[in-house]
């Protein structure tokens, strides 16, 4: 099983973007959450980045926050979590990284949660309310899976090169201020933005928030080595009829992915 930095390599090495798909874990049903997962990854989806259920996902735009409420709702917790992730990987070997909030996990015991993510074949983790500053009382713990930090449009030069001395896997690098949501298109401020801080890190840099067209795509392509999509594809999943629902999801992602191999 490659880590995420080398399969992030291995995608990059014929030409493409990598193209990582946000689900919130067991949306929009909880029983049929491993079938769409993998129809996700076979749709083009080189990386899967699930979402833990969470009451007060404060990173995340109105459309992810209504499926976190309604994951919630109908039960999913840590453990289906990773349960997911167990049976998404005898079926498929891509990178699942999980993305959540600290209380969850706290809740949940962190080294219980560290080590039953390792076991459950999680590559690496996205905690967006653990700063830098307490990362290391936070993931003492853990040296077996990738934690992938995040920079903002707000990061400083030195913090940023502070931030890729710690992140493994790749830096999440946020697009824009402010929550995830659908935009149009990115200013040259930001893709100015973008441009520094892929001058400035080593590591992989996978860009999100915002991104929701193939247009978008080829607007950022040239600063990252890939791009993540988390609103549209939950905004797909939202209309009310399941099968036509994943229809259109992953038509999606087919198209997100055949961009990617052409920017």
Same mark, same amino acid.
Request: aromatic share 8%; proline share 4%; hydrophobic share 35%.
């Given at each position: 099983m490659a880590n995420l930095k080398e399969h992030i390599q291995s995608v990059n090495n014929k030409n493409e973007k990598v193209l990582s798909i946000f689900l919130t874990a067991g949306f929009p049903n909880k029983n049929k959450f491993v079938d769409l997962a993998c129809k996700v990854f076979d749709a083009g989806a080189d990386i899967i980045e699930l979402g833990i259920p969470f009451s007060d996902p404060l990173a995340d735009g109105p459309v992810i926050q209504h499926s976190s409420h309604l994951a919630i709702q109908n039960g999913v917790s840590i453990k289906d979590v990773l349960t997911y992730t167990e049976q998404i990987k005898n079926k498929n070997d891509k990178p699942i990284v999980l993305m959540g909030y600290a209380n969850p996990i706290l809740n949940y015991g962190k080294n219980n949660f560290f080590r039953d993510a390792k076991q459950a074949g999680?590559?690496?983790?996205?905690? /967006?309310?653990?700063?830098?500053?307490?990362?290391? /009382?936070?993931?003492?713990?853990?040296?077996? !899976?990738d934690v992938v930090l995040l920079t903002t449009p707000t990061s400083t030069e030195d913090r940023i090169m502070e931030i890729d001395e710690r992140s493994k896997g790749f830096i999440y690098c946020v697009s824009v201020t402010g929550t995830t949501g659908i935009r149009k298109e990115f200013s040259s401020? $930001?893709?100015?933005?973008? @441009?520094? $801080?892929? /001058?400035?890190? @080593?590591?992989?840099? !996978? +860009?999100?928030?915002?991104?929701?067209?193939?247009?978008?795509? @080829?607007? #950022? /392509?040239?600063?990252?080595?890939?791009? #993540?999509?988390?609103?549209? +594809?939950?905004?797909? !999943?939202?209309?009310?009829?399941?099968?036509?629902?994943?229809?259109? $999801?992953? @038509? !999606?992602?087919?198209?997100?992915?055949?961009?990617?191999? $052409?920017?």
């Amino acid at each position: 099983m490659a880590n995420l930095k080398e399969h992030i390599q291995s995608v990059n090495n014929k030409n493409e973007k990598v193209l990582s798909i946000f689900l919130t874990a067991g949306f929009p049903n909880k029983n049929k959450f491993v079938d769409l997962a993998c129809k996700v990854f076979d749709a083009g989806a080189d990386i899967i980045e699930l979402g833990i259920p969470f009451s007060d996902p404060l990173a995340d735009g109105p459309v992810i926050q209504h499926s976190s409420h309604l994951a919630i709702q109908n039960g999913v917790s840590i453990k289906d979590v990773l349960t997911y992730t167990e049976q998404i990987k005898n079926k498929n070997d891509k990178p699942i990284v999980l993305m959540g909030y600290a209380n969850p996990i706290l809740n949940y015991g962190k080294n219980n949660f560290f080590r039953d993510a390792k076991q459950a074949g999680v590559h690496g983790l996205i905690i /967006s309310d653990v700063p830098l500053e307490e990362y290391d /009382s936070f993931f003492e713990e853990q040296n077996d !899976l990738d934690v992938v930090l995040l920079t903002t449009p707000t990061s400083t030069e030195d913090r940023i090169m502070e931030i890729d001395e710690r992140s493994k896997g790749f830096i999440y690098c946020v697009s824009v201020t402010g929550t995830t949501g659908i935009r149009k298109e990115f200013s040259s401020e $930001t893709l100015n933005s973008l @441009k520094s $801080t892929h /001058s400035i890190v @080593k590591n992989k840099m !996978l +860009v999100g928030f915002g991104i929701s067209s193939p247009e978008n795509i @080829k607007q #950022i /392509s040239p600063f990252c080595d890939g791009v #993540i999509v988390g609103s549209a +594809v939950i905004k797909r !999943l939202m209309n009310g009829d399941y099968k036509i629902d994943v229809e259109e $999801t992953v @038509k !999606l992602v087919n198209q997100l992915k055949e961009v990617c191999k $052409t920017v």
